[in-house]
Each structure stands twice: as C-alpha cells, then as structure tokens.
Nanobody, 116 residues
Framework: QVQVVESGGGLVQPGGSLTLSCVAPGTMFRFHDMGWYRQSAGKQRELVAV???????NYADFVKGRFTLSRDNAKNTVYLQMNSLKRDDTSVYYC??????????WGQGTQVTVSS
C-alpha cells in the first residue's frame, strides 16, 4: 500500500540547492504533523524537520538556517527546500508523519547526493 511518494532528489554540488516533495493523499494529511527524515548508509534514520498541522516548523540543528519545510494541505504535499547543501547531507530522504506512533507506510525515499 503506497501512502507517501517522495521526489526531487538528485546529484548536486556542495553549496547547491534542491527541493524535495512528498505527496501523501488519503492519509488525513491536514490533521497531522509531517516530517522529513533521512538515512545514510550504515546509520539510523534521523529526523530532519517537522511541520505541524498549523504550519509551525522545527528543524534539526544540523539543517537550521539551510533547510525550509512547508506544506500545502490542498495538495496533500510537503516540501523541503534545501540550500547550502553539504556532503554530509548525502542521504536517502523520506517523509512520514511527525509522530511516528501514527506512522504511515514508509515510501521508497529520494536519494540526495552532494558531491563535486
């Protein structure tokens, strides 16, 4: 059962930008916090940022000032604008609910590779 579809990843040079999108139709989208997570090879999945149902946002320290999370409830979509990308940002990025007690089925994720 596909509940979320992530897109927008790719190869970018250090200092570059990417915008990720996540569509989650039919998931009571507007009533839940939504978050972006990432998982690098050999590491645990970590939370990158969360946007609440009211629009407030919270960011992990390692992306503060560089990433911006937003949501469009009419489109059941969350966006992650990533600027000033670093090699350490290389990872597979996933979206899901902000509170994983109410987790959706994880999607395939979208690969972000920061390399020169």
């Amino acid at each position: 059962q596909v509940q979320v579809v992530e897109s927008g990843g790719g190869l970018v040079q250090p200092g570059g930008s990417l915008t990720l999108s996540c569509v989650a139709p039919g998931t009571m989208f507007r009533f839940h916090d939504m978050g972006w997570y990432r998982q690098s090879a050999g590491k645990q999945r970590e939370l990158v940022a969360v946007v609440g149902d009211g629009g407030y946002t919270n960011y992990a320290d390692f992306v503060k000032g560089r990433f911006t999370l937003s949501r469009d409830n009419a489109k059941n979509t969350v966006y992650l604008q990533m600027n000033s990308l670093k090699r350490d940002d290389t990872s597979v990025y996933y979206c899901n609910r902000g509170d994983l007690r109410f987790s959706l089925v994880w999607g395939q994720g979208t690969q972000v590779t920061v390399s020169s």
